[in-house]
């Protein structure tokens, strides 16, 4: 399954696995219409406690699933060419907020509707009426009346999570549950979470099976990389638990004590910044100065406090591809891989990782150029395609325990058919996010046809992420001539990287995530770095 690059919003609860409801992101448009007061929803939690009707009310069932089919019609029009029919979207918005205030309206005059009263159908489309709005103010209002009818068990927990999450979203917090999603330029993006230690903890209290399991799925299903959207830091001068004072975990019944915990410091934010023309390709000749640099975080100006321009020995990582579906490139692997071991400098160390279903390091960190090769003509393996598990391997045992205080970087073979067990491709990416080490990815291209099926798309698709994630270069590789030049490129690139530090002038150290964007005041050259990091 394909899909548009225009932004849906995704709805992920237990049920949706098998079909996910995607719906379009819009905004409310809640005028003065009230669900319930807070007087009046304490009347429908109490009535809950009886004993609930069984006859059926053929009226309200017929009511309810007209209503729900003529919303229906308007989305599935406007699904057939959104660009086209985007004018439509306030008129369904007004017309699915004006049916939820009758919804109101019904279990006030009648009490909450079971599904004796309304039938399978009838009890679907009053789900439904509740849950696909973007009316946030009304949907909260519900709240506690949904959360007494799911402790009687007149419906579903995940019913519940859901609603709360897109209620949280819509108002700007995060999701507790992590059932919202966006679909963006062809990658699946999660809003972000509330608290990611807690998450599977609660989802399991719902009635939903781990965050891991639901990514998992979604890839599956939409042949598409999901990622974390990173939960933003919090501006100067905001308290963000002041701001979430009407949070939704007391009606749950959830504790989210230790979520957040906010600190006031001020910490040393290092950048090494690599320098390339517009056509991505290294400068000749430039001498630039702290001046040159515009360093924005967040979008707000920083003040460099600390500044250099050297060559200087880095650690570079060869991390290799062996697993079956490599086979015929073997060659291709073992040449590109002796290239980069013949271009190093002197000073550099180099490591190798190899992976098929097992990960091995043939080579420590080492500036022994002919032990290195020796290692890599040597390498005999064949298996399955631990892709992620091997990426996360390397920072774990490589990267984090030898290479601190050094530049270090990853050149990445693979075809990026994965097969992990330990991680999916959301978690790597948090692993990148939370460090500095450049990647620089090497698709192995099955073909040069730009007919791929969608196994080709995902690998292409993760590897270039992971690079332009980490402030590295993605290239797609056929055969040796496409990587012609890009040895000496690569480790000359890495050699002389100006490094800039400066203190941030948000000084909150909330754990959220800062952009960060580097601008050279040369037209013709770009500065490339990571993209931003958590201020933990």
């Not at 992971?466 to 690569?490: I, M, P, R, W």
Request: hydrophobic share 40%; aromatic share 8%; glycine share 6%.
């Amino acid at each position: 399954m394909r899909v548009s690059t225009v932004i849906k919003r995704l709805r992920l609860t237990t049920l949706a696995f098998s079909s996910a409801l995607i719906v379009l992101s819009a905004t409310s448009v809640l005028g003065q219409n009230r669900c319930f007061s807070d007087e009046e929803a304490k009347k429908v939690v109490e009535l809950l406690q009886s004993p609930a009707a069984t006859s059926e009310n053929k009226k309200i069932r017929k009511e309810l699933v007209e209503m729900r089919d003529e919303v229906e019609r308007f989305h599935q029009k406007i699904s057939k060419d959104v660009e086209k029919n985007r004018e439509l979207i306030p008129a369904e918005n007004a017309l699915s907020e004006k049916h939820l205030v009758r919804v109101c309206q019904i279990i006030r005059e009648n009490g909450w509707l079971t599904k004796d009263v309304l039938k399978d159908d009838g009890f679907a489309a009053f789900e439904y009426l509740i849950s696909s709005n973007r009316a946030y103010a009304l949907q909260r209002e519900m709240l506690p009346v949904l959360a007494a009818a799911a402790k009687k068990g007149y419906i579903g927990n995940p019913l519940i999570a859901s609603l709360v999450d897109s209620i949280r979203i819509g108002a700007g917090f995060p999701q507790i549950f992590g059932t919202q999603a966006a679909i963006r330029n062809d990658v699946i993006y999660l809003f972000p979470l509330l608290n990611e230690n807690k998450i599977d903890e609660w989802r399991k209290i719902y009635d939903l099976p781990p965050l891991t399991v639901l990514i998992r799925t979604m890839e599956m299903r939409y042949s598409l990389p999901v990622l974390k959207s990173q939960r933003l830091s919090t501006p100067p001068g905001l308290s963000r638990k002041s701001n979430e004072k009407n949070a939704d975990t007391a009606i749950l019944g959830i504790s989210n004590d230790d979520s957040e915990t906010v600190k006031v410091e001020t910490r040393l934010v290092n950048l090494n910044i690599r320098i390339l023309t517009q056509d991505l390709k290294p400068p000749t000749g430039i001498n630039l100065t702290k001046d040159d640099f515009i360093i924005l975080e967040d979008g707000v100006e920083q003040t460099p406090v600390f500044f250099s321009a050297a060559d200087q020995p880095f650690d570079l990582v060869l991390l290799l591809d062996f697993s079956g579906s490599t086979f015929a490139k073997r060659g291709l692997i073992k040449k590109a891989a002796e290239r980069f071991v013949e271009y190093a400098r002197a000073g550099d160390r180099i490591a190798i990782v190899v992976f098929t279903h097992e990960i091995r390091i043939i080579s420590d960190l080492t500036m022994d150029k002919n032990e290195l090769v020796q290692r890599i003509k040597a390498v005999d393996m064949n298996g399955g395609s631990r892709i992620w598990d091997s990426l996360r391997f390397t920072y774990d045992n490589i990267l984090k325990k030898e290479s601190a205080g050094r530049r270090s970087a990853v050149v990445f073979m693979t075809d990026g058919e994965d097969g992990s067990r330990d991680i999916t491709f959301t978690d790597l990416m948090e692993t990148v996010r939370h460090g500095d080490t450049t990647i620089f990815s090497v698709w192995l291209s099955p073909s040069r046809s730009n007919n791929v099926d969608w196994q080709e798309r995902y690998g292409r698709q993760t590897l270039s992420l992971l690079a332009e994630e980490s402030g590295g270069q993605f290239y797609a590789v056929h055969d040796l001539k496409d990587l012609n030049g890009t040895y000496e490129q690569v480790i000359n690139d890495l050699g002389k990287v100006y490094s800039i530090g400066y203190e941030p002038k948000n000084e909150t150290r909330d754990g959220g995530w800062r952009n960060l964007t580097v601008k050279i005041k040369a037209s013709n050259l770009v500065g490339k770095t990571r993209r931003g990091y958590y201020a933990n």
